[in-house]
């Protein structure tokens, strides 16, 4: 999906990009925002800044088909009514994948 996700720093602000939809928590829609940015060579300093991400393929949702990741450190809520497109699939097992990677970042991260 693409929808206005807000900055980090400034909520007040946001920008267009591509999102993972991974849930719902009542009407809103629980997602994980995407970049076509490679992290794994400098994944030690992200992590050290508490950004941690997954590669999920390339697909529609860029137009020149990059390979993505989605940011593992960050579900965002947003309003459905807000989605300004759908942008692409993911397979089940790379969404697998994806769900596993939360719930093992979550666990740790919060324990």
Same mark, same amino acid.
């Given at each position: 999906?693409?929808?206005?996700?807000?900055?980090?720093?400034?909520?007040?602000?946001?920008?267009?990009?591509?999102?993972?939809?991974?849930?719902?928590?009542?009407?809103? #829609?629980?997602?994980?925002?995407?970049?076509?940015?490679?992290?794994?060579?400098? +994944? +030690?300093?992200?992590?050290?800044?508490?950004?941690?991400?997954?590669?999920?393929?390339?697909?529609?949702?860029?137009?020149?088909?990059?390979?993505?990741?989605? +940011? #593992?450190?960050?579900?965002?809520?947003?309003?459905?009514?807000?989605?300004?497109?759908?942008?692409?699939?993911?397979?089940?097992?790379?969404? +697998?994948?994806?769900?596993?990677? #939360?719930?093992?970042?979550?666990?740790?991260?919060?324990?």
């Amino acid at each position: 999906m693409w929808a206005a996700v807000p900055f980090q720093e400034d909520h007040t602000r946001s920008k267009d990009r591509p999102v993972l939809v991974i849930g719902h928590d009542g009407p809103w #829609l629980l997602a994980l925002p995407l970049t076509s940015k490679d992290h794994d060579r400098d +994944a +030690a300093q992200e992590a050290g800044e508490g950004r941690f991400w997954i590669d999920i393929g390339a697909g529609d949702w860029d137009h020149r088909h990059r390979p993505s990741e989605a +940011a #593992l450190h960050r579900i965002i809520r947003l309003d459905p009514a807000r989605v300004r497109r759908h942008g692409g699939q993911i397979s089940a097992a790379r969404f +697998a994948e994806v769900v596993a990677a #939360l719930q093992r970042h979550h666990r740790y991260s919060t324990s």
